[in-house]
């Protein structure tokens, strides 16, 4: 199975250890797919900077395709983090940087992505405009904790997978949100809580999953390993088919992989020090 993740890379750079690590909602899709041993790409936009030289350096330990990726003159994405206590707080970014001047896709990028079996697009991804264009992979997408209602309206017919980030919710407005999602026309919602587990809600059915304990170093990416694992194995097809227990099966693996990711610093480390 081959996986793509379109949009957004970024490098967050920790302001407090004076090191950096490579990150973004869809490069990191790629860079988990890949270590869960699914052929992966990444397209997105790099800047022509040496942040950007850093971000295509670390993606070669990781075999991910940047063959339909863009270079475009100015900034890479980059924020600015610190870490304390395991528990990452954003302080700023340029957002997205180059990213911002739009993704340009081709009619021959639309059709590479097509040729997928799953998509990960993304809030922050600057790829919405190309959905209804997709006409072959499944689609995953993070709406994060940047959502807004009419932002779920306007892309809930394209996707397959609408994914949140609610760590600070209760569980009764987890409840709410995701049956109010469902109500857009999004068949399966998967909601990150954190420490708290996670939880799908599809075909009427909460299905709860509590997190894995473990020895927490940095929680940055813990959603997105958590995002990759549960919806590469539920679109996998030599599981068979999708139904109750596949989803709580792919939950299941998704907590133990999102355990083992919190272990090492940056999303998935491989850490250089801050250029600047």
């Known amino acids: 199975m081959k996986v793509i993740g379109v949009g957004d890379n970024v490098v967050d750079m920790y ?102 079996s799953v998509a990960h697009f993304n809030i922050n991804g600057a790829a919405d405009s190309y959905l209804p264009k997709i006409k072959g992979p499944k689609i995953i997408y993070d709406f994060s904790d940047l959502y807004t209602y009419p932002k779920i309206k306007e892309v809930a017919h394209w996707i397959n997978v609408g994914c949140f980030s609610v760590g600070n919710m209760t569980r009764q407005n987890v409840i709410r949100l995701c049956k109010r999602v469902a109500g857009t026309g999004i068949k399966l919602v998967l909601c990150t809580m954190g420490s708290n587990g996670a939880v799908v809600y599809a075909a009427g059915k909460f299905f709860w999953q509590p997190a894995i304990p473990t020895q927490v170093v940095d929680t940055m990416g813990a959603g997105d390993s958590f995002i990759t694992a549960f919806g590469t194995n539920l679109f996998n097809d030599k599981f068979g088919e999708i139904n109750d227990f596949r989803i709580k099966a792919s939950l299941r693996e998704a907590a133990d992989f999102a355990a083992q990711q919190v272990k090492v610093p940056g999303s998935f480390d491989y850490g250089e020090n801050l250029i600047f």
Do not use: P, W
């Open 15 to 116: 302001i407090d250890k004076g090191k950096m690590f490579l990150g973004g909602n869809a490069l990191n899709f790629a860079v988990f797919a890949s270590k869960l041993n699914y052929s992966a790409a990444f397209l997105g936009v790099f800047g022509d900077d040496k942040l950007a030289d850093y971000a295509k350096s670390t993606l070669q330990h990781f075999k991910i395709d940047l063959g339909h990726s863009k270079t475009k003159h100015g900034e890479n994405g980059y924020s600015r983090v610190t870490v304390e206590n395991g528990d990452r707080t954003f302080i700023d970014s340029n957002q997205g940087g180059v990213l911002q001047k739009g993704l340009d896709l081709s009619s021959k990028d639309i059709d590479y992505i097509n040729n997928f």
